[in-house]
């Protein structure tokens, strides 16, 4: 079992910056590749970004690509994700997750374990 916990998100102004924290107990972080994913109210939840068990490998979508960064400290058992230039399309529900397998999914169905979110809100 692995347990998620995310931090770090709050109201920020558009073109703003949030970093959001993903701290993990239990199994060892580095044998999952971890994701983060969002959910806005009355839509699905998709995938924002990912990275592979040692961060040799990281994955974002259109979306968010060279706006976002997802990095992690094994050390820590902590994945981060930096964000920059928020655009108020980007207000939702971020979550992080955590992927038994070694190559990087996409799919919400793929990610085994789920923290409780926390809120991201952007202000035009």
């Known amino acids: 079992q692995v347990q998620l916990v995310e931090s770090g998100g709050g109201l920020v102004q558009a073109g703003g910056s949030l970093r959001l924290s993903c701290a993990a107990s239990g199994r060892t972080l580095s044998n999952h590749v971890m994701g983060w994913f969002r959910q806005a109210p009355g839509k699905v939840r998709e995938f924002v970004a990912a990275i592979t068990r040692f961060g040799m490998s990281t994955y974002y979508a259109d979306s968010v690509k060279g706006r976002f960064t997802i990095s992690r400290d094994n050390a820590k058992n902590t994945v981060y994700l930096q964000m920059q230039r928020l655009k108020p399309e980007d207000t939702a529900v971020y979550y992080c997750?955590?992927?038994?397998?070694?190559?990087?999914?996409?799919?919400?169905?793929?990610?085994?374990?789920w923290g409780q979110g926390t809120q991201v809100t952007v202000s035009s």
């Open positions: 997750a955590a992927d038994g397998h070694q190559d990087i999914k996409l799919d919400v169905c793929e990610y085994d374990y």
